[in-house]
């Protein structure tokens, strides 16, 4: 029984590593250039208030959101890992853009 439960918690700790995924921060000039073209021709006259990109365990990244704002309205701007627009989503007042908890190294 010891055995197993030794497997199994051992087995569960290496799923999480192989999922983990790194939060950071970038500027927008440090976006591909496909995702700056794409913010400036389709969003002319917003501000971009805070892009992150996601890593998956390899450390490619897997996403980027970009937050942007235009007076009161405030969205999220997804991309997928190719960098290509995936949906824009609204930002409520009480749905704020997620604080920097990494920093790119």
Do not use: C, H, R, W
């Not at 990244?61 to 999220?76: C, L, N, P």
């Not at 853009?97 to 990494?102: E, I, L, Q, S, V």
């Amino acid at each position: 029984m010891k055995k197993l439960l030794i497997t199994v918690v051992a087995v569960f700790i290496g799923m999480s590593a192989a999922f983990a995924q790194n939060s950071y921060t970038v500027n927008f000039k440090e976006l591909p250039k496909d995702i700056q073209k794409y913010i400036a021709k389709n969003y002319a006259g917003y501000t971009v208030d805070k892009a992150m990109q996601e890593q998956n365990a390899k450390g490619d990244v897997a996403f980027t959101d970009v937050y942007i704002s235009k007076g009161t309205e405030k969205s999220k701007l997804i991309f997928d890992k190719k960098d290509e627009f995936v949906k824009k989503v609204p930002v409520t007042a009480d749905a704020k853009a997620p604080a920097d908890t990494t920093k790119k190294q």
